[in-house]
């Protein structure tokens, strides 16, 4: 094998690197299986060489020889020299194959000794690449590996393409790589074999930018991140760099302050700003610090001869050359931020000077007029505060939080109201934001500083909202606030309200959660706080909602009296999330999702991110619930991205992304995801969702027909609901799914014990699509008992409730339950009709209900008389013949890892797994994992 020193690294040495490369790879591999190839482009720094490298390591392993070169801009003008890389070290072992006109023609190309030129040796020398490949490949297959293609030589391209248009079948694969910065990739593939994929490699999303900078260990708040993101546009190199730097400077940049722009980056866009006037560089600057620059907006700031400024920077590539509307945009946010990171700070004020007046918005207006000022202003911070209450009506909390700061910057020390004042209306609108790290760091500040009794509270508060529901980290706080609120009553509400939250979650505790809902309400009402008044009147109503209290429906009255609070309404906590929790228990359908959608739709016009996760969780509960596995499949992964953007609510957006994938999605996903739920909730010592995890991750277990497991799953739900104090069984749902597990595994006595207390609790609460679930279970129960008749009156009974009060899912379950007690083991009674199971499969359709839906197939495929595995040679020898990547997953599949587990050991994707999972079922001629197990098995027999 042929392999350059400086190519020896492997792909996986730098994995981190890898991220959100999932879609590029798997159409990589997959072209490279079939024995295809590949050119990989984008622009600079985007990632392509890491790509590459990763390739070429997996897929060198299965070739003879491997020949690379990678070259460089200082070095594209020499003839040959790629030439030169790739054959220089195969040239004896090929040579002596070669005809003498083609030998002495290539000899002389590649080590410099005689003059050969394309011009008076171009057939010998082009026959003489052709023919040195193809005897390289009659060894065995060639892997030709060429990074930054642009730097190619001239001459070496067009041997190459010479080559590469003429191999035919010879087992020759290419990978190569090349930048194309927006222009097209077709001159590269005059270097390539005429099937060769183009492969581009995308920026990155900013979650991706997150995992990039995190496994490099920088640890930056999530606002600083998005700013990276912007400044990089999805580019790793740009990213790291930025990531790097701002780790490097000691301290944080300050509200209104631009990101550091490392050296590297500057030297990057800035060479290009030497050609420009003084007077077009001062235009570009003013297009760098306003927010949505147009012409017209240039003109109002003084710049009178923006049209031709920018076009001169539109020519040097600093400017876009194809705008969107009417604003002028720069061509990379980067060159953006490298040329306002190099003006003067005079230089800043002055073009922010010009754009305070120029601006005709007032948010910008106040912000511009900040920057422009030096030192500390009550003017300016007045017009900032009020520039903030706008963005907050507007929806827009995190620009609120900005300028919140940069009015606490330039407010005077004894202004009113004051800077810790500002600071903590910012952290405030930060958690709206979603910013959680930001609002801690800005109340960590005010403690600090602060001896007010009401600041202080107020910033512990904030300290304890952000931890989430990982309460057992700010145990601590709550003395620490008792203490400062002493007995304002006022004070004592917002603690006492944060304390039923700790009741709830830590403690596990309803009783305890409600009794101290009631005292916060109580003592806000004393200290005339209506807003946390109604907050605790909502959270003591979804809590006795939740336990099956019979005061719940007082409580919600008692809330809903006027004066109300638009923000109480449409908060997560509020009163109209705890109507919602009350309607969807009840079975009130339509309403609950009228209800949630019209929430939804108020807080994303507000802004409220954490509101936004819930609500989203809450729909899709509502779809999952009426049978739109589908649709509730989509509201369920959009609340887990979000919920993983900002680090809200990943237990619970975790646990309900398990429901739905286990409805309508991935079964395997739907594991890991509850997996993951369960232990981030024992992490975080959060017992209310532990208990809903567990329960997901039964569910999901009995769909993937693990029994057993379901009802180890399903009995931890139990045990934990029974210490929280939950007697209502709408709350998890889990009590039917329990029972139908317990029967799987012939514990019939417990599964009656399971639906008989459980219809005592159904029964005093008016739960009737519960009812209906618990009936359809016990009848399982009798039909193992062997009470056929009754059984199948009890299921029919059972799918019309549930049709009519519209549970899709739960209906189409109770259909697959009749269709397999009708088509079991013949007893007294009719004939099995073959389309027994026609309905169940139509409803699960109608449904979307995939996995449940595979089963319905499963079901109605005949099980073919099993035969001896060591009886199909072919296939057992085909575990021989997998790529190497390919083995490593059939390797981990028979270890019994799940998709996402294998992911995790191999650092890919589960897409990938999945991509690699589907050719490896194709290359061996089985159907599912189970078959891969059973090869290996037949493989090895004990």
Request: one cysteine or more.
């Amino acid at each position: 094998m042929t392999v350059r020193r400086d190519f020896q690294e492997s792909g996986r040495c730098r994995s981190d690197l890898l991220i959100g490369r999932d879609e590029a790879l798997i159409a990589a591999r997959e072209q490279l299986s079939r024995g295809g190839s590949v050119l990989l482009h984008g622009t600079a720094g985007i990632g392509k060489s890491t790509v590459l490298r990763t390739l070429a390591a997996e897929y060198g392993e299965s070739a003879r020889t491997v020949l690379r070169c990678s070259a460089t801009e200082s070095e594209s003008h020499l003839p040959f020299l790629a030439l030169a890389d790739l054959l220089g070290l195969a040239l004896d072992e090929v040579s002596a194959q070669l005809p003498v006109a083609q030998r002495v023609a290539l000899e002389a190309a590649l080590t410099g000794r005689g003059e050969s030129t394309l011009q008076r040796d171009g057939l010998a020398l082009r026959l003489a690449v052709l023919s040195a490949l193809r005897a390289l490949a009659a060894k065995g297959p060639v892997l030709v590996v060429a990074d930054d293609l642009q730097w190619l030589d001239t001459a070496s391209t067009e041997l190459l393409g010479f080559a590469a248009r003429r191999l035919g079948d010879d087992p020759i694969r290419m990978l190569f790589a090349g930048r194309t910065d927006g222009q097209e990739y077709d001159r590269y593939l005059r270097a390539s074999t005429p099937d060769t994929l183009a492969v581009r490699v995308n920026p990155l999303t900013r979650p991706q930018v997150e995992a990039l900078l995190e496994h490099r260990g920088y640890d930056l708040p999530r606002s600083t991140v998005r700013e990276i993101h912007r400044i990089s546009a999805g580019n790793p190199l740009y990213a790291l760099e930025l990531g790097r730097a701002l780790a490097e400077n000691p301290a944080p940049p300050r509200p209104g302050e631009p990101l550091p722009v490392p050296t590297s980056l500057r030297a990057l866009v800035l060479s290009r700003l030497e050609m420009l006037s003084d007077d077009a560089r001062r235009t570009l600057l003013v297009v760098s610090a306003g927010a949505r620059p147009t012409l017209a907006l240039l003109h109002e700031a003084g710049r009178e001869n923006a049209e031709a400024e920018t076009a001169q920077a539109a020519a040097l590539g600093l400017l876009a050359t194809e705008p969107e509307g009417p604003a002028v945009r720069f061509a990379h946010p980067l060159v953006s931020a490298a040329l306002y990171a190099e003006a003067s700070a005079q230089e800043r004020r002055a073009a922010h000077a010009a754009l305070s007046t120029a601006a005709s918005d007032p948010i910008e207006r106040a912000r511009h007029l900040a920057l422009a000022t030096e030192g500390t202003d009550p003017e300016v911070a007045v017009r900032l505060a009020e520039a903030a209450a706008l963005a907050r009506d507007r929806g827009a909390p995190s620009v609120a939080s900005s300028l919140g700061l940069l009015a606490a910057r330039y407010a005077p020390a004894d202004s009113v109201p004051n800077r810790d004042e500002h600071r903590l209306r910012a952290a405030e609108d930060a958690i709206t934001a979603g910013e959680l790290d930001l609002a801690r760091d800005v109340a960590r500040q005010v403690l600090a500083r602060s001896t007010v009794a009401a600041e202080r509270v107020r910033a512990w508060i904030i300290v304890i909202d952000t931890a989430g529901h990982a309460m057992t980290e700010v145990d601590a706080v709550f003395p620490q606030a008792l203490a400062d609120a002493g007995d304002d009553p006022q004070l004592l509400a917002l603690i006492h309200y944060q304390l039923a939250w700790r009741a709830l979650l830590v403690e596990g505790d309803f009783a305890e959660c409600r009794e101290e809902a009631a005292r916060a309400a109580e003592l806000a009402e004393r200290g005339g706080d209506r807003h946390t008044e109604l907050m605790a009147l909502s959270f003591q109503a979804q809590t006795e909602t939740l336990m099956g209290h019979p005061d719940a429906p007082a409580t919600i009255k008692r809330a809903l009296k006027e004066p109300q609070d638009p923000k109480v309404t449409v908060h997560h906590n509020g009163i109209g999330s705890a109507r919602f929790r009350w309607l969807i228990m009840s079975d009130q359908l339509p309403e609950a999702r009228a209800t949630i959608t019209t929430l939804l739709r108020e807080v994303r016009r507000r802004g409220s991110v954490e509101s936004e996760v819930h609500f989203l969780r809450c729909l899709a509960e509502t779809e999952l619930r009426c049978g739109h596995c589908g649709r509730a499949l989509d509201l369920a992964r959009e609340s887990l991205r979000l919920a993983r953007d900002t680090g809200i609510g990943e237990v619970a957006s975790g646990m309900l992304a398990a429901l739905a994938e286990a409805s309508g999605g991935d079964v395997d996903r739907a594991l890991a995801l509850a997996r993951e739920s369960v232990e981030h909730a024992e992490e975080n010592g959060d017992l209310m969702y532990l208990s809903r995890a567990q329960a997901a991750l039964g569910y999901a277990r009995l769909v993937a027909g693990d029994a057993p497991g379901a009802v180890q799953s399903l009995r931890r739900a139990r045990e934990l609901e029974h210490d929280l104090g939950v007697d209502d069984p709408a709350r998890g749902r889990w009590q039917g799914d329990l029972a139908e597990a317990l029967v799987r595994v012939g514990e019939l006595d417990e599964a009656q014990e399971v639906i008989d207390v459980s219809r005592a609790h159904a029964l005093r609460l008016g739960r009737e699509s519960v009812l209906a679930v618990l009936d359809r279970s016990e009848a399982l129960v009798r039909a193992a008992r062997g009470e056929r008749d009754a059984a199948l009156a009890q299921l029919t009974s059972a799918q019309d409730r549930l049709a009519k009060l519209g549970y899709g899912l739960e209906e189409a379950r109770a259909a697959l339950a009749l269709a397999e007690l009708r088509t079991g083991p013949p007893g007294p009674g009719p004939t099995p009709a073959p389309t027994s199971y026609d309905e169940a499969a139509r409803l699960f359709r109608r449904s979307r209900a995939l996995p449940w839906l595979r089963r319905v197939d499963a079901a109605t495929v005949p099980n073919p008389a099993p035969q001896p595995l060591v009886q199909q040679p072919q296939a057992v020898a085909a575990l021989d013949g997998l790529a190497a990547m390919e083995r490593q997953v059939a390797a981990l599949v028979m270890e019994g890892a799940t998709n996402r587990e294998i992911a995790g050991r191999l650092f890919i994707s589960v897409k990938t797994v999945e991509a690699t999972l589907t050719r490896v079922y194709r290359k061996l001629g089985i159907r599912s994992r189970v078959d891969i197990v059973r090869l290996a098995a037949g493989r090895h027999p004990k």
